[in-house]
């Protein structure tokens, strides 16, 4: 087993790539678990639980960053939140009753084809020239249309969150750009605030399985809140494209990930 503190490090660097792209990090921080500390977490459920409470942390630091940066739908967030907090309670019910891996194998070929369909966007976009049109957070929580595509597919985000250990960005922040046809640059944002509500309702039901290492798991969140301040920073400078592409990256990878763990 690798010492403990190291999972300071590892925080901080999940925390920069967690904050720029929207994401919570568990697709980082299971692995990293189950891989090097198996000794103390002794389950994937374990590792899974733990991720997700050190999320909350790396949620919080982002949003108040964010939130100066005036990056944040808050009322959209919300919306999202309405379903996606309570599926999250339930995902982590559920991952204490059964086999996680053919939701786990289905997950991670969803987050390709995701990535895939990110990319072909963006082509098409290009070659369209096309110029993006950027709604306004109250223009977005009064079309009818938008709010129920948020409360539908929230409740899918959440549900993934709590089951899998993750913030539930890797859905969310699809959610937001192809759904409710947000920017990168704001759904990274507002995902990280939902993130903050859904992580925390996911982990009431862990902490009440007894199921999280509260000494890692606060080690893994000094590292990303210091790593999520640099991340929000960092994705400030960054083109709408250039997060797009990023996040593509992280979501084969965590499609990777996935299919890998639970093969």
């Not at 966007?121 to 096309?130: M, V």
């Amino acid at each position: 087993m690798l010492d403990p503190l190291l999972l300071i490090l590892f925080g901080f660097l999940v925390g920069i790539l967690a904050s720029m792209t929207g994401v919570g990090g568990g697709i980082f921080i299971v692995p990293i678990l189950t891989l090097f500390y198996s000794e103390n977490i002794v389950t994937v459920q374990m590792a899974t639980a733990t991720s997700l409470f050190a999320i909350i942390f790396t949620a919080i630091a982002s949003t108040v960053n964010y939130s100066r940066q005036k990056r944040i739908y808050f009322r959209t967030g919300l919306v999202l939140a309405v379903t996606s907090a309570p599926a999250a309670y339930f995902g982590s019910w559920v991952a204490g009753q059964i086999n996680e891996r053919i939701l786990g194998l289905i997950f991670g070929f969803f987050l390709i084809a995701v990535a895939a369909r990110m990319v072909m966007t963006l082509i098409q976009n290009k070659k369209e020239n096309k110029i993006l049109q950027i709604a306004t957070d109250a223009e977005l929580v009064n079309h009818t249309r938008s709010v129920v595509i948020g409360l539908f597919l929230g409740f899918f985000g959440g549900f993934a969150s709590g089951l899998l250990g993750i913030g539930g960005g890797t859905l969310t922040v699809p959610i937001m750009t192809f759904g409710l046809g947000m920017p990168m640059f704001l759904a990274t944002a507002t995902s990280m605030f939902t993130m903050m509500i859904t992580a925390t309702a996911g982990s009431i039901q862990y902490i009440q399985q007894g199921s999280v290492n509260f000494l890692f798991a606060l080690l893994i969140a000094l590292g990303t809140v210091i790593g999520a301040q640099v991340g929000a920073g960092t994705s400030r400078k960054m083109s709408n494209k250039s997060l797009t592409f990023v996040f593509v990256l992280v979501l084969i990878a965590a499609g990777i990930n996935m299919i890998l763990k639970f093969k």
